[in-house]
């Protein structure tokens, strides 16, 4: 089976302000507002090695209620994960893909999948002013009970490629992401989901985690004392969610420079910045020469 890579990952908020705010403290180049039309907006954070984090916020409210109306998977799961969950959250997980049918139709013949796809254009604003339309297909796992999170495959379907190389350079160092990290209990139907997409096996780590291989990603199972020790994140429940991201930077002293001291703890040669009041969820750098 073929290995699948991470895409990128959905961070819900309760405002693009906040999450420009908080990522721009953390010196992060955050990309321009972009808005989705189905209500949502995003401020993204482009990685140099291709992966993304979508801060995304409801910005029109009525356009939201439409989509909600109209059966928009993206727009329900986005609005069910701000009712019953603390923001900032991560609230997704995409997977590239070159076929979002395909992967629909492999996924629904395990019972994994949903039948429903949303696809959508939006307008995106290039470093010398130029417009171009970027357009995608999402498709959509199932949501497990177990699991706190929203996966689902993203075909881009545009032929343009957007320059992103200066939105790609951080004055914290950022280059990449390393590992995805989870908590909580991984129970049966999750990891045969989880190792479905993924097209790899979870593996202990030999020290009570686990890990789950991707194309271009590490995801980091771990029990919340394992959670508290490597990262001082603590568990909200049971369940499976995502709790953080490490991101690989060439120079640690850089980043520790860059980084305000709130919200900053330094942990066994990582430094461990929180996105909101609580610990999770959080953003880790750890330095890896280039």
């Known amino acids: 089976m073929t290995m699948r890579a991470i895409d990128h990952l959905v961070l819900s908020f309760d405002d693009l302000v906040t999450a420009r705010e908080r990522l721009g403290a953390l010196r992060f180049t955050v990309a321009p507002d972009a808005v989705h039309p189905f209500g949502t907006g995003n401020a993204c954070v482009f990685l140099a090695d291709g992966v993304y984090l979508e801060p995304l916020a409801v910005v029109d409210a009525a356009a939201q209620a439409e989509a909600l109306a109209a059966g928009n998977f993206f727009v329900a799961r986005d609005a069910a994960f701000r009712a019953e969950q603390d923001l900032p959250g991560f609230s997704g997980l995409a ?3 070159a076929d979002a049918l395909g992967d629909r139709d492999a996924l629904t013949a395990q019972d994994l999948g949903e039948p429903a796809t949303v696809d959508f254009s939006r307008t995106f604003r290039q470093s010398d002013g130029a417009g171009a339309t970027l357009s995608f297909r999402l498709a959509f796992a199932r949501l497990l009970p177990g699991f706190v999170a929203s996966l689902f495959f993203c075909e881009a379907r545009h032929s343009v490629a957007p320059d992103r190389s200066a939105l790609a350079r951080h004055a914290n160092g950022a280059k990449g992401l390393l590992r995805i990290v989870l908590v909580g209990t991984v129970d049966e139907e999750t990891r045969r989901l989880l190792e479905t997409i993924t097209g790899s096996a979870l593996t202990s780590d030999g020290s009570g985690g686990a890990t789950l291989a991707s194309a271009n990603v590490v995801l980091e199972f771990l029990t919340p004392s394992l959670a508290q020790a490597r990262y001082g994140a603590a568990a909200v429940d049971d ?11 060439t120079d640690l ?10 919200g900053v703890t330094e942990r066994d040669g990582r ?3 929180t996105l909101g ?5 959080f953003i880790a750098f750890e330095e890896r020469p280039s």
């Open 95 to 97: 997977f590239r893909s």
């Open 239 to 249: 369940r499976l969610r995502l709790a953080g991201m490490v991101l690989a930077v």
């Open 253 to 262: 002293d850089q980043a520790r420079a860059a980084l305000a001291p709130d």
């Open 271 to 273: 430094i461990v910045a």
């Open 277 to 281: 009041s609580a610990s999770t969820p």
